[in-house]
C-alpha cells in the first residue's frame, strides 16, 4: 500500500491500447505536426518556433513542428507534479498511483437550491458549492463550478477565485486564464493566497487547465497567458477537445491523434520558454451527437476516449487530466448513468486527475444535489479500483481457523479492521429493509441528497483566508475592473 | 463499589471480550450485589453502544463486540444472583430458526439487537423442531416468541408453531421475519408482529411488550 493517503489509491488497471497502438499513435502525431502543422494566432508564440527551427505560415497563422522538437519538449517535461493546497492534508500528488476528481467548472446556470428556478449562477451558488466540495470525501481537487455571473464582467474570474479560495482548504484549478493580464492577475492572486511568490513557486495551491482548440489550433490569448503562467510557476494542464464527427475524425483513435497534436505542440511551446514547466495533458473528447447536435458528454465514447488519453499521457510520462460530463437535466437516473459511464472507465485505465462532477447538461448547470450524488458514485468506484491482493492478513487463515465450522465471523476484530478498509460505506445509497424505508418517508437518492446539502450548508465550516490577505485580494480585483460591452461595467 | 460497576459497563463499551469475565469474577468477590452489577453496570453499558449504533456511529461488529461481552459476564453474574431476583429487562424473548432451515446469521442478529436493547433472549438455535417452541415457551413464559426462515419452502413452519402456541396460551406475542417472509405473508400465518431487518424487529418488539 502506498503511503500517500489524500486521494483514490489505485491497484488495478486494464489497458485499452496496446504498445504498438500508443506508437502508432505518437508517430502517426508526429507526422501530423510535421506535416499539416497548427495553427498558432499568438505572434510571440510564432517567433518562439520560428527562432526554434519551425516552418511558419504567416498569412496562415500556422506551423509546422519538426519531431525533434517534441522529442525535446517531452525530455523537459515535468513528470511528478504536486498540486499543492491551502490545506496541506489535500495535496495532491499526482504520482502514478492515485486517482483525484474534480468538480466540473464554469458552468453558467444554476437551479436555485431553495426555489427551483433555473437562472445564471451567482457568487453565492459558488460559495455553496465550493464549500460543499471541500466538505465532500470523493472531490480533491476544486475547480470553480460555476461562474460568478452577477459580478462585473472584466472581473467575473477573479471574484471566482476570491470565493473559491475563501471557501475551500482543498487545490483551485481554473480554466479563467485566457488573456495575457488574465494570467498576471490571477497569478498574483494566488500568490498572494499562498504567502507569497516564493512560497506559492514552492507549493503551487492554484493552476490553470488551458483549452486547445479543436482541429488543431492555438488561440493567441490562451497561449500568451500560458507562457505567462508557466514563467509564474503556475501549473497547466494543457486540454484538447476534438469532437468525433464534427471537430475530429469519428473514429475515436482518429480524434485521439488531433487531440494529442494539439496537447503535444502546446507542451512545445511552453517547453521552449520555461523547461521544465509543469504541464498535465488534458484530454476531453465526447462525439457530437448526430441526432441531437449536443456534446455527448458521460457517452461510453466520451469515457473510452478519457481512458486513451490517460494511456498517451501516461505513455510520455505525464500524468493525466480526463474529462467526464453528463447531458442530464436533472438528477436522476441518466445523470448518474453518466457520471458512472464516465468515470469509472477512465478511472480504471488510471486517469490521474478527472473533471469533473457535478454538473449537468453537459457542464453547464449546477444542482447542488448531483454533486453529492456524484461524489457516491465516484466512492463506489474508488472502492473498485482499489486493487486486491492475498496477504496473511487479507488470507486470514488465522480467523478462518479459530471461527470454525458454522459460527459468524462478527466479533472478529479482524472484521473491524477490514470493514474500515475493505468495505465501500455508502452515505447516500439507501440498504435498509422496504419496510424500514417505507415507515419512514420512502426517500428517494435525491431526497437524501437535498438532506445531505443542507447538512453541509449549515454546519461545514472552512478557515477563510486571513483578513490582511483577502484586503490584497479585494483591491486587486478592483483594479482589474473595467469598462466592457460598450461602456458598462457593472450589472446591476 | 460504584468504581468496579463503572469500569464493567466500560468493558462493555470498549468491547473487552476476552478480559470481561475475570473483571466480572472480581465483581462477584468484592461482594457488590451481582444485580447491581447487572442493571448499572452491563445493561447501562450495551444501551449505551445499542445507541452508537442506532445513530450510525458504530458499525455491526461493534455492537456484535459489545454483545459477546455483555454475554461473557453475564455467564459469570447470572448463577450469583440470589435465587427468586430477577434482572429488569424489557422483557423476554424466544428465538430460533424453524424447523428444516439452518440459516442463523440474521436471527442471531436479531438476538444481539434485542439483548442490546435490553430484552433478555433465550435463543433456541436453528433447525428447531415446531414443538419444542412450543414446549420452551410453556417453561419458561416468553412475553415474545421470534421465528426466522430463510426458505419459502420453510416459511409455512411458523404457521405451524403459532396455532398451537396461541391455543396454550394467548398472551405469548410472536414476531416472524427473514428474507422470504412478508408483513402479508406475517399476518397470513397469524403473527403480531414482523420486520424487514434486524433493527427493526427491536422496534416492533417494543411495541408488542409496550
Redesign the interface.
Known sequence: MSAVSYGIARGIRFQILSEEDLDRIHWGTLHILEKVGVQVDSPTCRKLLKENGCEIDEKARSARIPSHLVEEALSKKKSAITLAARDRSYDARLDLNHSYMCANGNGAVAVDFETGERRNSTKKDLVDSTRICDALPNVHIHWPMVSSTDMPASVVHLHDLEASLNNTGKHVMYETGVTLEDAKNLTAMGYAAAGGEKEYRRRPITSCLQCTYAPLQHDAGVMDASLEFARNGVPLVFFCMPQPGATGPASLVGSVVVGNAEVLSALVMTQLSSPGAAVIYGLGIAPLDMKTTVRAGGSPEHAICSAMGTEMAHYYGMPSCVGVSGTAKEPGIQAAIETYTGCVGPLLAGADLMCGIGLLEDSSCLYLEQVVIDDEIVGAIARLIRGEWADDETLALDVIEKVGIGK?Y???KH??QF?RTDHFMPSLIDR?????WSTTGKKTMRDSAREKVKEILGKHEVKPLSDEVNKDLAAMIKKAEKPMWGGESRVE | MEEIVTRLKNAVINYEMETIADLAKEVVDSGVDPLVAIEEGLAQGIKTVGEKFGKGEIFLPELVMGAEAMKAALAVLEPAVPSGKHRATLGKVLIGTVQDDIHEIGKNLVSTMLSSNGFEVVDLGVNVPSEDFVKKAAEIKPNILAMSALMTTTMPRMGEVIAPLKKEDPSVKTIVGGAPVTDVYAKEVGADGYSGDASGAVDSAKKLVG
Open positions: 459468524d462478527l466479533a472478529q472484521t473491524m470493514l435498509r429493509s422496504e419496510d424500514t
